[in-house]
T-cell receptor, first 114, second 112 residues
Framework: DVKVTQSSRYLVKRTGEKVFLECVQDMDHENMFWYRQDPGLGLRLIYFSYDVKMKEKGDIPEGYSVSREKKERFSLILESASTNQTSMYLC?????????????FGSGTRLTVV | DAKTTQPPSMDCAEGRAANLPCNHSTISGNEYVYWYRQIHSQGPQYIIHGLKNNETNEMASLIITEDRKSSTLILPHATLRDTAVYYCIVRGYGGSQGNLIFGKGTKLSVKP
Protein backbone atom coordinates (compact mmCIF):
# COMPACT_ATOMS: atom_id res chain seq x y z
CA ASP A 1 0.00 0.00 0.00
CA VAL A 2 1.43 3.35 -1.02
CA LYS A 3 2.19 5.76 1.74
CA VAL A 4 3.02 9.25 2.84
CA THR A 5 4.49 9.11 6.31
CA GLN A 6 4.82 12.09 8.63
CA SER A 7 7.35 11.62 11.38
CA SER A 8 5.23 12.79 14.30
CA ARG A 9 1.51 12.66 15.00
CA TYR A 10 1.63 15.17 17.84
CA LEU A 11 4.33 17.70 18.69
CA VAL A 12 4.65 20.36 21.39
CA LYS A 13 7.34 23.02 21.01
CA ARG A 14 8.27 26.25 22.75
CA THR A 15 8.08 29.71 21.21
CA GLY A 16 11.32 30.54 19.41
CA GLU A 17 12.40 26.94 18.85
CA LYS A 18 13.44 25.73 15.42
CA VAL A 19 11.04 22.97 14.40
CA PHE A 20 11.47 20.30 11.72
CA LEU A 21 8.52 18.40 10.32
CA GLU A 22 9.50 15.43 8.18
CA CYS A 23 7.58 13.75 5.40
CA VAL A 24 8.55 10.65 3.42
CA GLN A 25 6.75 9.07 0.47
CA ASP A 26 7.43 5.65 -1.03
CA MET A 27 5.70 6.12 -4.39
CA ASP A 28 8.53 7.75 -6.37
CA HIS A 29 6.32 10.83 -6.76
CA GLU A 30 7.82 13.98 -8.24
CA ASN A 31 5.66 16.51 -6.41
CA MET A 32 5.40 17.05 -2.68
CA PHE A 33 3.37 19.59 -0.74
CA TRP A 34 2.98 21.04 2.73
CA TYR A 35 -0.40 22.36 3.88
CA ARG A 36 -1.65 23.63 7.18
CA GLN A 37 -5.23 23.20 8.29
CA ASP A 38 -7.03 25.47 10.73
CA PRO A 39 -10.69 25.52 11.79
CA GLY A 40 -12.73 27.77 9.54
CA LEU A 41 -9.83 28.34 7.13
CA GLY A 42 -9.57 24.93 5.50
CA LEU A 43 -6.31 23.69 3.99
CA ARG A 44 -3.79 26.30 2.92
CA LEU A 45 -0.71 25.57 0.84
CA ILE A 46 2.59 26.58 2.46
CA TYR A 47 5.23 25.29 0.01
CA PHE A 48 5.53 22.70 -2.70
CA SER A 49 8.33 21.01 -4.60
CA TYR A 50 8.23 19.51 -8.08
CA ASP A 51 11.75 18.09 -8.06
CA VAL A 52 14.73 17.45 -5.82
CA LYS A 53 16.21 20.73 -4.57
CA MET A 54 13.35 22.68 -6.18
CA LYS A 55 10.77 24.57 -4.15
CA GLU A 56 7.98 27.02 -4.75
CA LYS A 57 6.07 29.23 -2.35
CA GLY A 58 2.44 28.51 -1.79
CA ASP A 59 -0.15 30.88 -0.39
CA ILE A 60 1.27 31.29 3.14
CA PRO A 61 5.06 30.75 3.13
CA GLU A 62 5.95 33.40 5.72
CA GLY A 63 7.71 31.95 8.74
CA TYR A 64 8.42 28.65 7.01
CA SER A 65 11.11 27.14 4.83
CA VAL A 66 11.46 23.74 3.19
CA SER A 67 14.14 21.32 2.14
CA ARG A 68 14.09 18.55 -0.44
CA GLU A 69 17.48 16.88 -0.68
CA LYS A 70 16.11 13.51 -1.78
CA LYS A 71 13.10 12.71 -3.94
CA GLU A 72 11.28 10.82 -1.23
CA ARG A 73 11.71 13.32 1.59
CA PHE A 74 10.28 16.82 2.04
CA SER A 75 10.93 18.72 5.24
CA LEU A 76 9.06 21.74 6.59
CA ILE A 77 11.07 24.03 8.85
CA LEU A 78 9.70 26.59 11.27
CA GLU A 79 12.70 28.87 11.75
CA SER A 80 11.44 30.36 15.02
CA ALA A 81 8.16 28.85 16.14
CA SER A 82 5.38 31.16 17.21
CA THR A 83 2.02 30.48 18.81
CA ASN A 84 0.18 31.41 15.60
CA GLN A 85 1.86 28.42 13.96
CA THR A 86 -0.08 26.06 16.17
CA SER A 87 -1.94 24.01 13.59
CA MET A 88 -2.42 20.66 11.86
CA TYR A 89 0.27 20.21 9.21
CA LEU A 90 -0.40 17.89 6.28
CA CYS A 91 2.09 16.59 3.76
CA UNK A 92 1.00 15.29 0.35
CA UNK A 93 2.58 13.91 -2.79
CA UNK A 94 1.52 13.42 -6.40
CA UNK A 95 3.04 11.74 -9.42
CA UNK A 96 3.57 14.85 -11.53
CA UNK A 97 1.72 17.96 -12.60
CA UNK A 98 1.11 16.34 -15.95
CA UNK A 99 -0.62 13.33 -14.46
CA UNK A 100 -4.32 13.16 -13.72
CA UNK A 101 -3.95 11.15 -10.55
CA UNK A 102 -4.89 12.39 -7.13
CA UNK A 103 -2.75 13.49 -4.24
CA UNK A 104 -1.86 11.13 -1.41
CA PHE A 105 -1.87 12.75 2.01
CA GLY A 106 -0.15 11.79 5.23
CA SER A 107 -2.04 11.50 8.50
CA GLY A 108 -0.93 14.92 9.68
CA THR A 109 1.15 16.38 12.49
CA ARG A 110 -0.69 18.37 15.11
CA LEU A 111 1.79 20.99 16.30
CA THR A 112 1.23 23.04 19.43
CA VAL A 113 3.54 25.98 20.13
CA VAL A 114 3.48 27.13 23.73
CA ASP B 1 -10.95 32.30 -3.76
CA ALA B 2 -12.31 28.79 -4.02
CA LYS B 3 -13.70 27.98 -7.44
CA THR B 4 -16.39 25.68 -6.12
CA THR B 5 -19.55 26.03 -4.05
CA GLN B 6 -20.83 23.23 -1.82
CA PRO B 7 -23.53 23.06 0.86
CA PRO B 8 -21.94 23.25 4.31
CA SER B 9 -23.64 20.12 5.62
CA MET B 10 -25.85 17.17 4.67
CA ASP B 11 -27.38 14.18 6.41
CA CYS B 12 -27.89 10.73 4.96
CA ALA B 13 -29.44 7.55 6.35
CA GLU B 14 -27.18 4.52 6.57
CA GLY B 15 -27.62 2.24 3.55
CA ARG B 16 -29.09 4.99 1.38
CA ALA B 17 -27.34 6.79 -1.44
CA ALA B 18 -25.58 10.03 -0.53
CA ASN B 19 -25.65 12.64 -3.29
CA LEU B 20 -23.25 15.53 -2.73
CA PRO B 21 -23.61 18.49 -5.11
CA CYS B 22 -20.94 20.92 -6.24
CA ASN B 23 -21.21 24.05 -8.32
CA HIS B 24 -18.22 25.08 -10.44
CA SER B 25 -19.76 27.50 -12.90
CA THR B 26 -16.46 29.16 -13.84
CA ILE B 27 -14.63 25.92 -14.70
CA SER B 28 -12.43 26.18 -17.76
CA GLY B 29 -12.02 23.63 -20.51
CA ASN B 30 -8.79 22.07 -19.21
CA GLU B 31 -9.82 21.81 -15.57
CA TYR B 32 -10.74 18.51 -13.97
CA VAL B 33 -13.17 18.04 -11.09
CA TYR B 34 -11.69 16.20 -8.10
CA TRP B 35 -13.34 14.92 -4.95
CA TYR B 36 -11.56 14.25 -1.68
CA ARG B 37 -12.84 13.47 1.77
CA GLN B 38 -11.41 13.98 5.22
CA ILE B 39 -12.42 11.82 8.12
CA HIS B 40 -11.93 13.47 11.48
CA SER B 41 -8.27 13.85 12.50
CA GLN B 42 -6.94 12.20 9.35
CA GLY B 43 -5.42 13.54 6.14
CA PRO B 44 -7.66 14.04 3.09
CA GLN B 45 -8.29 10.96 0.95
CA TYR B 46 -8.63 11.03 -2.83
CA ILE B 47 -11.98 9.64 -4.04
CA ILE B 48 -12.46 10.26 -7.76
CA HIS B 49 -11.93 12.75 -10.56
CA GLY B 50 -13.33 13.49 -14.02
CA LEU B 51 -13.23 15.88 -16.96
CA LYS B 52 -16.59 15.64 -18.69
CA ASN B 53 -17.68 12.01 -18.73
CA ASN B 54 -19.27 10.31 -15.77
CA GLU B 55 -16.83 8.23 -13.76
CA THR B 56 -17.20 5.32 -11.36
CA ASN B 57 -14.75 3.52 -9.11
CA GLU B 58 -14.97 1.25 -6.10
CA MET B 59 -15.67 4.18 -3.78
CA ALA B 60 -18.11 6.40 -5.65
CA SER B 61 -19.60 7.73 -8.87
CA LEU B 62 -19.11 11.19 -10.29
CA ILE B 63 -21.78 12.75 -12.47
CA ILE B 64 -20.77 15.90 -14.36
CA THR B 65 -23.42 17.96 -16.16
CA GLU B 66 -23.09 18.44 -19.89
CA ASP B 67 -22.16 22.12 -19.51
CA ARG B 68 -19.63 21.09 -16.77
CA LYS B 69 -20.89 23.80 -14.45
CA SER B 70 -21.86 21.40 -11.72
CA SER B 71 -21.28 17.84 -10.55
CA THR B 72 -22.58 15.32 -8.04
CA LEU B 73 -20.64 12.77 -6.05
CA ILE B 74 -22.68 9.67 -5.31
CA LEU B 75 -21.91 7.22 -2.52
CA PRO B 76 -24.30 4.43 -3.48
CA HIS B 77 -24.75 2.79 -0.07
CA ALA B 78 -23.53 5.13 2.65
CA THR B 79 -22.15 3.64 5.86
CA LEU B 80 -21.32 5.26 9.19
CA ARG B 81 -17.66 5.24 8.13
CA ASP B 82 -18.51 7.60 5.27
CA THR B 83 -19.15 10.39 7.78
CA ALA B 84 -16.56 12.99 6.76
CA VAL B 85 -16.02 16.38 5.15
CA TYR B 86 -16.18 16.08 1.36
CA TYR B 87 -14.26 18.53 -0.81
CA CYS B 88 -14.96 19.29 -4.47
CA ILE B 89 -11.96 20.85 -6.22
CA VAL B 90 -11.29 22.00 -9.76
CA ARG B 91 -7.74 21.68 -10.91
CA GLY B 92 -5.80 22.62 -13.99
CA TYR B 93 -2.37 21.38 -15.04
CA GLY B 94 1.05 22.85 -15.28
CA GLY B 95 2.92 24.85 -12.68
CA SER B 96 0.82 26.24 -9.89
CA GLN B 97 -2.36 25.31 -11.75
CA GLY B 98 -1.73 21.84 -10.47
CA ASN B 99 -2.05 22.87 -6.84
CA LEU B 100 -5.12 21.75 -4.98
CA ILE B 101 -7.14 24.61 -3.53
CA PHE B 102 -9.47 23.33 -0.85
CA GLY B 103 -12.69 25.13 0.00
CA LYS B 104 -14.75 24.45 3.12
CA GLY B 105 -16.41 21.31 1.80
CA THR B 106 -19.62 19.55 2.83
CA LYS B 107 -19.83 17.84 6.18
CA LEU B 108 -21.71 14.59 5.54
CA SER B 109 -23.26 12.91 8.55
CA VAL B 110 -24.44 9.34 7.99
CA LYS B 111 -26.99 8.38 10.60
CA PRO B 112 -28.14 4.90 11.68
Amino acid sequence: DVKVTQSSRYLVKRTGEKVFLECVQDMDHENMFWYRQDPGLGLRLIYFSYDVKMKEKGDIPEGYSVSREKKERFSLILESASTNQTSMYLCASSLSFGSRGGYTFGSGTRLTVV
Amino acid sequence: DAKTTQPPSMDCAEGRAANLPCNHSTISGNEYVYWYRQIHSQGPQYIIHGLKNNETNEMASLIITEDRKSSTLILPHATLRDTAVYYCIVRGYGGSQGNLIFGKGTKLSVKP
